[in-house]
Nanobody, 124 residues
Framework: QVQLVESGGGLVQAGGSLRLSCAAS????????MAWFRQAPGKEREIVAA????????YYPDSVKGRFTISRDNAKNMVYLQMMNLKPEDTAVYYC?????????????????WGQGTQVTVSS
């Protein structure tokens, strides 16, 4: 099992940057595919970045491609989401998620482990 704790959310003006962090417990962190999701009020939870434990590149949807970067530090059991050029439509609760599959699941219900979420608010 793995436990996830996010941090780094806050209020930022449009065009600004934030870095979210996710601390993971567990000795096999390096064998988890890690993802960031977000959920805005009244909307479904959507994936914004993911990186497999198996290797290969990261995944980003078009809505954040070029602005968001996911990275992981297996030695520290950490995963990060660097967000740049933030827009008001990026406002949401951001969640860290983990799954044992080598491929990257796109749907939230495929992930076994979740953090509690951290609020990101982008003002215009």
């Amino acid at each position: 099992q793995v436990q996830l704790v996010e941090s780094g959310g806050g209020l930022v003006q449009a065009g600004g940057s934030l870095r979210l962090s996710c601390a993971a417990s567990g000795r096999t962190f390096s064998r988890y595919t890690m993802a960031w999701f977000r959920q805005a009020p009244g909307k479904e939870r959507e994936i914004v970045a993911a990186v497999s434990w198996f290797g290969g590149g990261a995944y980003y949807p078009d809505s954040v491609k070029g602005r968001f970067t996911i990275s992981r530090d297996n030695a520290k059991n950490m995963v990060y989401l660097q967000m740049m050029n933030l827009k008001p439509e990026d406002t949401a609760v951001y969640y860290c998620a983990a799954d044992t599959r080598a491929s990257i699941p796109m749907k939230a219900d495929a992930y076994d482990y979740w953090g509690q979420g951290t609020q990101v608010t982008v003002s215009s």
